[in-house]
């Protein structure tokens, strides 16, 4: 089983027919509880039940449920992504119960599909809602967070929060599994950050275009590669980039540390020109995510980033 998938939209709905939620920053997680106990499974369909030890106890809540949600890890009341990577892909049980209580997670539910084995998906949202309240799932490791009736004001707050956006969903939506969803829609908030280039790749099938760049953030220790980035480079935008790194070319990487997937091909310049990148953060590994180019800051320079 996949879950239900949120549409990008463009203007928050408003009226009693839509519910609005914090769009949490996290791993999307299908629990399946039955009386032996919990199995977890991510949007791929993947078993990260072993992952997350301290989730299993949800057997406790009932039997023969299902339940939709976010695992999330915070930090200073904040979701991390970064800090769930500690997390998501661990696979051995014994590294797993150690990171418990180093690393907590917290099961963040806002859907339930099936309960005492009655399959609840053709139920409209609104039904299913008051299901999931009557399960009471209240503990430290997990909860259900709170919908609300004002979509502006929630989109604003987790804005000034620092969150990741909100979630739109209409009241009358039944849950269609793998679905994509036209009833749901998501409204991510992207940050605008600035970076330092360290490094150029061709466009793919051409030697002379710039496809994209590789940034990176300058610290104590030296330029620590933060992604590589692509959207937001096509049409004018190359040419003016590429005629402002060539003459900072070098024979090395300027980065402490490169993936071999990213070095390749890659043409190396001083890291003197600063731009602008608007993301989602930073994820796995410290990468940027879903980067999109923004421009060149020539107010500012490496030192001041």
């Keep these: 089983m996949r879950p239900m998938l949120a549409t990008r939209g463009d203007h928050v709905p408003a009226g009693d027919a839509w519910s609005h939620e914090v769009k949490w920053d996290g791993m999307r997680i299908l629990a399946e509880i039955t009386g032996t106990g919990a199995r977890l499974t991510s949007r791929n369909e993947n078993d990260v039940s072993v992952s997350f030890p301290e989730l299993h106890d949800l057997a406790q809540v009932g039997s023969d449920l299902l339940l939709d949600g976010e695992v999330v890890a915070f930090e200073q009341g904040i979701p991390s992504f970064g800090a769930l990577a500690d997390r998501m892909h661990v696979r051995d049980a014994r590294k797993a119960a150690r990171l418990v209580d180093k690393r907590p997670v917290t099961f963040l539910v806002f859907d339930v599909m099936c309960r005492d084995g009655r399959d609840l998906s053709r139920l409209p949202l ?73 490094g150029w790749r061709p466009e793919t099938g051409s030697d002379h275009r710039v ?10 220790q030296g330029l620590v590669f933060r992604g590589r980035v692509g959207s937001g480079i096509a049409g004018k935008v190359g040419p003016v980039l590429k005629a402002m790194l060539e003459p900072l070319e070098r024979k090395d990487s300027p980065f402490l ?35 999109s180019y923004r421009g060149i800051r020539t107010d500012i320079d490496p030192g001041d980033i």
Excluded: N
């Excluded at 496809?211 to 104590?220: A, F, H, I, K, N």
């Excluded at 890291?271 to 796995?284: A, K, N, Q, R, Y």
């Design 126 to 198: 609104s039904a299913r809602r008051e299901v999931l309240a009557d399960l009471d799932l209240v503990d430290a490791h997990w909860q259900v967070p709170p919908a609300y009736d004002d979509g502006e004001m929630l989109l604003e707050a987790t804005d000034q929060q620092g969150l990741e956006g909100i979630v739109s969903k209409r009241l009358s939506s039944r849950y269609d599994f793998g679905a994509r969803s036209p009833h749901w829609l998501k409204f991510p908030h992207r940050r605008r950050t600035s970076w330092v280039i360290g």
């Design 211 to 220: 496809g994209s760049v590789l940034v990176g953030e300058p610290t104590d």
């Design 257 to 291: 540390e490169v993936p071999r997937i990213d070095a390749a091909g890659t043409r190396w310049v001083e890291p003197l020109l600063v731009v602008d990148v608007e993301s989602l953060g930073l994820g796995i590994q410290g990468r940027l995510r879903q980067p």
